[in-house]
């Protein structure tokens, strides 16, 4: 076999290798090439493979001056795919400036329309529903292409078609999935959970962030992504243990591959895990200069209502948290101003919405809220089994619900109310009622009685079993 024949082979088993999600075997492959072929050979095969690998497996600095170097010695329609992929590298670390350079190195190159038009949404603009973006992807690139899926997603999750963008992500990752591309398969589920956050599909999210995790073992970058995004989801539903858990893996590992995104989600998802719980001062710390240009927007409602004590009005918004917590501080503004009905219905909503999403500490917060208001909020979670025993009880007639008593049977005497006219009678001790005491009567009653042979049937049944 000769060199070139042997490069290619090598090559195209290191591509399989880290589609297949392992990236670790594919450096290994790619080192026997650089041992055992010369490098003009080695070097065109070898360029992108390795800026993937950095991009989600290593350093992105590195992924991005790798990629954009290599963009510079290939045909224009791959040398805009490099640097869309450079692109992303630049906006993990939040090189918004650079993010604007290549999307304008992308319109300068002699490729197909498309090219230019995707690369200027990257760059700011109105984004459009993600599916007409697919109608601008190059006809190059065909269902077998990631980019064809992975670009029109990267731009979509940051647009207002968010329910367009998970129908959008759902195909795209089982296209994926489909064509063995496992790597880029990961990087996609963790944007589409992002997008479920907002949405309010929680349970999808954490669903799809944990098999992007199992999904993506090998590629660090990836990982650290997914417990961004786990981080936040346990911040919204008030699990304190698991969103400090998450946030410390990122924190960790996530200045090492300079991705500032994962690091500035996991400051986020610590700020709003404290803004549940009213803890306003920790609260603005982290949320003040997250460390990404996204996150700071996208935390923005997040900061001003801790700075203002959760005092600040929630503007209107579509997204069921949003919605949830719009009325929360509805609720709160309108009870202050005592205007206790309106203020009720306002609460009960959030409540309502806070608990249909799993937001526990939200959902903790709105019903004090509630009660402050003079309504009975619902308790959390399922009954105990003494909480249902009580229930049953009550419901049964035996006690009234919220009895100190009520988990022990009452004896009818205390369950049935007063006869009207009739003065009620002291109570005995349970089960007095049951046992018989002998008629106590005067010496002449007695006296009267035995003249007429009456007798005490209770004491004569005793006597005639003691002559037995």
Not at 92 to 111: K, M, S, T
Not at 126 to 143: I, K, N
Not at 240 to 248: I, Y
Not at 311 to 327: C, K, N, T
Request: proline share 6%.
């Amino acid at each position: 076999m000769d060199e070139s024949a042997r490069a290619h082979r090598l090559c195209e088993a290191a591509h399989s290798a880290w589609k297949a999600g392992d990236p670790a075997r594919a450096r290994r492959l790619l080192d026997v090439m650089t041992r055992t072929v010369r490098e003009p050979v080695a070097r065109p095969l070898t360029g992108r493979l390795r800026g993937l690998i950095e991009l989600y497996s290593g350093h992105l600095a590195a992924a991005q001056d790798h990629l954009t170097r290599l963009a510079e010695q290939v045909e224009p329609g791959r040398a805009a795919r490099l640097l869309f992929l450079a692109i992303d590298a630049a906006h993990h670390r939040d090189r918004w400036e650079d993010v604007v350079v290549l999307a304008g190195r992308i319109a300068e190159l002699d490729c197909e329309p498309g090219y230019h038009v995707l690369a200027g949404l990257l760059a700011g603009g109105e984004v459009p529903d993600p599916w007409r973006l697919l109608d601008a992807v190059p006809a190059s690139l065909t269902e077998r292409h990631a980019h064809r899926w992975l670009v029109p997603m990267a731009i979509g999750r940051r647009g207002p078609h968010r329910q367009a963008t998970r129908e959008f992500g759902l195909v795209a990752a089982e296209r994926l999935r489909a064509n063995g591309i496992l790597a880029l398969y990961a990087v996609l589920l963790t944007w589409l959970a992002e997008v479920e956050l907002d949405l309010g599909r929680w349970t999808d999210a954490r669903a799809h962030a944990e098999e992007a995790l199992r999904t993506a073992a090998e590629q660090r970058v990836t990982s650290v992504d997914a417990h961004a995004v786990l981080a936040r989801l346990a911040a919204l539903r008030g699990d304190a243990e698991a969103c400090r858990a998450h946030a410390k893996l990122v924190l960790g590992e996530a200045p090492a591959q300079d991705n500032a995104l994962a690091a500035a989600q996991a400051r986020w998802a610590l700020g709003a895990l404290h803004l549940s719980r009213g803890e306003y001062e920790p609260a603005v710390e982290r949320l003040t200069s997250p460390g990404h240009r996204d996150v700071a927007a996208a935390a923005a409602l997040d900061l001003a209502e801790a700075a203002s004590g959760g005092l600040a009005p929630v503007p209107p918004d579509d997204r069921p948290f949003e919605r949830a917590r719009g009325s929360l501080r509805r609720g709160q503004s309108l009870r202050r101003e005592r205007r206790i009905t309106e203020a009720k219905v306002a609460l009960r909503t959030a409540l309502e919405l806070f608990e249909s999403l799993g937001a526990a500490e939200w959902a903790a917060m709105a019903r004090r809220e509630l009660r402050a208001a003079g309504a009975a909020a619902p308790t959390a979670g399922p009954l105990t089994a003494q909480e249902r025993q009580v229930a049953e009880l009550a419901a049964a007639g035996f006690v009234q619900p919220g009895d100190r008593r009520a988990a022990v049977p009452q004896p009818a005497h205390r369950r049935l109310p007063p006869v009207q006219g009739v003065p009620e009678a002291r109570h005995r001790q349970p089960g007095a009622a049951t046992r018989h005491r002998p008629e106590r009567l005067t010496p002449a009653a007695r006296r009267r009685r035995r003249g007429r042979g009456a007798r005490c049937p209770a004491c004569t049944a005793r006597r005639r079993g003691s002559r037995r």
